[in-house]
């Protein structure tokens, strides 16, 4: 295979090594390392939520900060309420059970694809936001490195693609080390700083950046829901065992279950330790993109470990590869449900897994060009980006609860009516936070995601109509086809040389009528061309037309038109010569007649255009 | 010519409709006409001549301002030394003397690539010059647009190209009424200036711009020398008039040579009268990408007419317009200069005229991109852009001189010696001006242009050799074709549909060996294929091939190589199915296998893919 092998390497090279279909399943989760795979979008949040719901209420005075602890807990309260309501889900739908899906069975496929547009938003979403936070976490530790915020996000995004781009997902197991890592490095800075406040040893932390506006507004219920809002970042990644149900080894709903209340358990024990220990050290939140800027979790650890030692910057790089491990699932789930939706013909079929990895490579390239816009555009400011991350999330948490119910209303098993009212709690308590979210921070930009999501909706409509208006044109039912019984092979010459001969001796393959076609822009040399023709024309009539303007293009189409008209339903065959260069930049030296001609003739029924090779070797 | 005409409305809406051959030549020049369209670019350097000498000189304090007129005259005598030599070259070149032209018969072919390659870089540098002066003199009178002073350069090269692409070049006439606008505009300020000097009645104008840094250099020979290659712009575009001698009525040359004198005459009067000017103002230039920056032509203007009225806004109007007239000459110096490297297999054939106007359309494309990065690379700063200018244009100047010296030794006709002498002078003048220019201005931007044309000259010479090596390959003398028998026809197919029947049907014309491959991924679809095919096969045997790797790629080209292998002299075609959407955006939805394939196999010999087209109607 010595050319298929060019392709193929360069191919390998990019997206790595063809699986197997018997090795496809090869590595079944368990509880631990579920764990690891599938909690790094939910654990991650704890960099950033307490952060957002700080920054909301110091508009109205720091004194407004106390309010942080009890908007947390309810948070908190919400998180567990959802958690319950997905565990349900995980034993419905033991095969998987994503937003999408569960929309679209128990509430028809219009929900469905309303989830599916909010959950690819998500997934673009969870990396831009993810990333920034991550390298908030980079800058935090090391300020000197605040000026190139935007290019360190747009690295980490190229690192990430390139990495699921060769298959770094085949290695889930490695993910554990740094879930882990966080998991340990948070849970000590908790513990550590509650000896601190238990033993009345905690200072204020000095932070050397811009304060964020303090005292500029007032403290009323807009402003608390705005921080409630701005809070809830931290319940999202709750769905992803759920999603992940097949991935674990057997009993997988049972393990998966067992899964998810522990991350949800863990979630609410670090979101509320920070929060508790923001209020403690008085943490101020900073301006993101003003030098000097810290993340709260950076000020904690600081306070907590006294100053940037060796623990400090553990807390640190764990926060940093947890954000890039939330990033890096985004980069597995959009591929994926692209793919399912290709498959149900809602989205264009080249993101539709054919076997080998390139629909993924598809998915995995939208996925990072528009993770890497939204990180220019928001200068890889964090809180900028969260009001556009909420709409998405809630939006399929709420769909997919309410599929829930109604699942379990049309199934009336054994149980139902307490099944469906914890998904019904569930689906309130989303739906609620949802509204929250999209009326105080429509301003800030959740307006464009609900602008967005219908905008999805109506184009996944028309490829699934296009397609099926394809699926029409091309059946075969009840069709006859015509029948074609002549070619004419015509082939335009600008000279006679090699290339010439060899077209020649194809088109001669072809059809009993080929006849060559020379544009006469200069009268001595068509002389030489008919010369050479007698010799070299192997028999072939040739057709000169003559040149009014000069122009190459326009008698030729002429003609091509004139010899169709002599047998309308007929195949016109236009043979070209085609030089393949020895060097790829050689292609700028060469007139692009081929392409030229191919374009104008492209929109014409029964015409085919055939370029036959010719080879350069130097 | 119902389907020619979808790219012949195209191509006529870009590049305007086609001239037919008789009326190439219907528009010669009288010597007004002459004067307007060949003496823009000369003229209008008019415009930032003069500020390029005083900004030099400040550097060394306001009082070294005295030498800007003695060097304004050394510069005056040099161009009129400078005419003396082009109009021989007028009456030994009456077909047209450009500076490749006469060094490549004169000197031979490298120097008259070196010639080339330097106009080449002048042509680009005119455009970026002329209309970065041109948005100098525009927001000089209006100081509110001073921020989009990059923005309206850009705008200027795209009406400027579109123009050109559209045909403007065909009314030259109408380039009579910006030159004889800006003649009679300037005439007038240094008439009215001179009567103001005379009468006593000059008061020094007061800019509210930043004045460039003063005082900070001592006055030595070196800046000396700095303002004088500075002040040479004065020079450029001297040459226009001997390059167009066949554009002019007959008696050709006489009518040239007449122009020459005039346009040269008017050079040194406008140059000279602003330089006193200034000096009379005690002008003092302005740092051109500050807020309030105003050109010293403006701030004269402004004196002599007593603030901005609306003589003040002619001269800024007339100074704008020639400068972009000499912009556009570029733009037909550029394409034509290309046309003839083209022609002589230096430069690709895109750019040679093969009787459209497509070819001249490629040299307006590139010209405008060139000239477009320089405005934004350099904010549209005139004065950065100038060293870059020079070093092109005074290389051209002293190459085509010598050209002339050395065509008069060698032919040694009656008078040779006079006429020799006066282009020696020529020479060694341009000579000495292009050293001090290299020397003084290297370090500033001039080193790049030094380092370039070299390197366009090896590019030239890479080209032409590669011409040389394709007609090796293509050439008939002495090669026998091998002989060709049998073609095999493959048909790689993805289902059973319309497209696929009809590019069988096609097939079958083609060969008496023709296979359909179908790729078996999944034995349920395979199944399928396999029933369909009995009744819509046509007799064709239908070639299924296993993959181990779910892959649709590698085992078709496999299989297409042993397909080769079986006769390695022959011909393989595969026929492709290729569906042509009715909207363009829906190429979008359909997977691009066609292309795929048609790639991997490029550097197949002996394998020609082509492609059936099946026509979408919605």
């Known amino acids: 295979m010595s050319e298929g092998s060019t392709f193929g390497s360069l191919k390998h090279l990019l997206v790595g090594r063809p699986i197997p279909s018997h090795l496809a399943h090869h590595e079944r989760l368990s509880r631990v390392t579920g764990l690891a795979v599938l909690s790094s979008d939910a654990l991650s949040s704890v960099a950033y939520a307490t952060e957002e719901i700080v920054r909301t209420?110091?508009?109205?005075g720091t004194a407004a900060l106390t309010l942080a602890t009890p908007i947390g807990m309810v948070i908190s309260g919400l998180l567990v309420v959802v958690a319950f309501s997905y565990r349900q889900t995980i034993y419905a739908y033991p095969g998987g059970g994503g937003a999408y899906i569960v929309s679209k069975e128990n509430l028809g496929p219009v929900a469905g694809l309303v989830a599916a547009g909010a959950l690819l938003i998500d997934y673009v979403m969870t990396v831009a936001v993810s990333i920034a936070a991550g390298v908030a976490a980079v800058v935090s530790a090391l300020p000197g490195w605040h000026v190139s915020r935007t290019e360190m996000g747009l690295v980490f995004v190229v690192l990430i693609a390139v990495g699921n781009l060769r298959g770094l997902r085949e290695s889930g197991r490695i993910f554990a080390v740094p879930t882990y890592f966080f998991l340990v490095s948070l849970l000590a800075l908790i513990a550590a700083g509650a000896w601190r406040a238990a033993t009345g040893t905690i200072e204020p932390v000095a932070a050397s950046g811009t304060p964020t506006p303090t005292g500029v507004a007032s403290l009323g219920t807009f402003l608390i829901l705005r921080a409630f809002a701005n809070g809830c970042t931290a319940m999202t990644g709750v769905e992803a065992v759920s999603d992940g149900v097949p991935a674990f080894k057997p009993p997988e709903a049972r393990n998966a279950a067992a899964t998810l209340l522990t991350m949800a358990g863990l979630c609410v024990t670090l979101f509320m330790g920070v929060t508790l220990l923001a209020h403690a050290y008085r943490v101020i939140p900073l301006e993101e993109t003003a030098p000097g800027y810290e993340t709260i979790v950076s000020q904690i650890a600081r306070g907590v470990f006294g100053g940037r030692g060796p623990l400090y910057y553990c807390v640190q790089a764990a926060t940093m590869l947890i954000l890039v491990l939330a990033a890096n699932t985004a980069f597995q789930d959009f591929p994926r449900l692209s793919s399912i939706l290709a498959r149900d013909r809602y989205m264009p079929r080249q993101f539709m897994n054919q076997g080998d990895r390139l629909a993924f490579s598809n998915g995995i390239l939208v996925l990072s060009v528009l993770a890497g816009i939204l990180i220019v555009a928001f200068r890889g400011d964090t809180h900028a980006l969260i009001?556009?991350?909420?709409?998405?999330?809630?939006?399929?948490?709420?769909?997919s609860q309410a599929g829930m119910v109604r699942k379990w209303r049309r199934q009336k098993g054994?149980?139902?009516?307490?099944?469906?009212?914890?998904?019904?709690?569930?689906?309130?308590?989303?739906?609620?936070?949802?509204?929250?979210?999209?009326?105080?921070?429509?301003a800030e930009g959740a307006w464009l995601i609900v602008v967005l999501i219908p905008a999805i909706v109506v184009w996944f409509l028309s490829v699934r109509?296009?397609?099926a208006r394809v699926g029409e044109q091309l059946s075969l039912q009840g069709w006859t086809p015509e029948p074609?019984?002549?070619?004419?092979v015509l082939v335009p010459i600008g000279g006679v040389h090699r290339a010439v001969v060899q077209a020649l001796q194809y088109a001669k393959m072809l059809s009993t009528d080929v006849r060559a076609v020379y544009v006469d822009v200069d009268p001595k040399a068509t002389e030489d061309v008919r010369r050479d023709w007698e010799r070299w024309g192997q028999g072939v009539p040739l057709v000169v037309l003559p040149s009014a303007f000069r122009s190459l293009m326009e008698p030729l189409l002429e003609y091509i038109e004139q010899v169709d008209d002599e047998r309308p339903d007929d195949f016109v065959t236009i043979v070209l010569p085609e030089f393949v260069p020895a060097r790829w930049w050689h292609h700028l030296l060469h007139n692009q007649r081929a392409l030229l001609i191919k374009g104008a003739l492209l929109f014409k029924p029964n015409t085919v255009v055939t370029s036959v090779p010719f080879h350069l070797s130097k």
Chains 1, 2 share one sequence.
């Open 387 to 399: 009001p556009l991350y909420m709409v998405g999330v809630f939006v399929s948490f709420t769909l």
């Open 465 to 467: 109509k296009h397609y």
């Open 57 to 60: 209420l110091v508009l109205a």
């Open 414 to 442: 054994p149980g139902w009516i307490g099944h469906a009212l914890f998904n019904l709690v569930g689906t309130v308590s989303t739906c609620l936070v949802l509204l929250v979210v999209a009326a105080t921070k429509f």
């Open 484 to 488: 074609r019984r002549h070619n004419t």
